[in-house]
């Protein structure tokens, strides 16, 4: 057994530490050892694997669509497509064909009739919130865009003449506070 002079103990007094506590004691040492090795090995592999990244990472090339496209005609998909999705070019040149084909103009004569004659019944009017003025948008403000948007698309399907135009404000209170807030 040894012998020590712990904190417990009052001072001039030795306290004797058995064997259990010797081998405890030990074993605690070589555990913390042990872990202590682990954690030098982690260091040196993650030292390493940082220079590796940084060596391998490559810049990602910009696809863009080339393909010379007159104004108001369709875009050319016959080429080959990037690797990876590239807004830039999936979107090119498609804007100017759409206008073009009238995609953002209402449809006032749809199958012959006149607009201005329509009956209540055959009209679908839905107004679109704009966003808050807190500027604080969350996924619920595109859930209900999505689904306003599904809406309208159901009805202009059934035959009805369909319009989704912006609305107004619809939180004019919160909208009020923000704006004094910031102009104060």
């Known amino acids: 057994m040894s012998e020590v002079n712990s904190g417990d103990a009052p ?3 030795v306290k004797v530490k058995s064997e ?12 913390l050892a042990k872990f202590q090795a682990k954690q030098a090995k982690q260091n040196a592999e993650s030292a390493t694997t940082t220079e ?3 060596k391998e990472k490559k810049e990602k090339a910009v696809v863009t669509y080339n393909v010379e496209t ?4 369709k875009k ?3 080429c ?11 979107e090119a040149a498609w804007y100017s064909w759409w206008e073009k084909e009238g995609f953002f103009k209402p449809e006032y004569n749809l199958k012959g009739r006149d607009v201005l004659k329509l009956t209540p019944e055959e009209n679908f009017i839905i107004m679109i919130p704009p966003p808050n003025v807190t500027g604080a948008l969350h996924l619920g403000h595109t859930f ?3 689904v306003e948007d599904e809406i309208v698309r159901w009805y202009r399907l059934n035959g009805k003449v369909t319009l989704f ?7 004019g209170i919160a909208a009020q506070n923000v704006v004094e807030k910031k102009t104060s």
Do not use: I, N, R
Not at 22 to 29: F, S, V, W
Not at 165 to 171: N, R, T, W
């Open 20 to 31: 259990k506590e010797l081998k405890k004691e030990a074993a605690k040492a070589a555990k």
């Open 165 to 171: 135009g912006p609305g107004c404000d619809h939180a």
């Open 11 to 13: 001072t001039g007094e």
């Open 80 to 90: 080959p497509m990037p690797d990876s999705y590239s807004p830039s070019y999936v």
């Open 144 to 146: 209900t865009g999505a």
């Open 70 to 73: 007159p104004a108001g005609h």
């Open 76 to 78: 050319d998909t016959t």
């Open 52 to 54: 590796k990244q940084v």
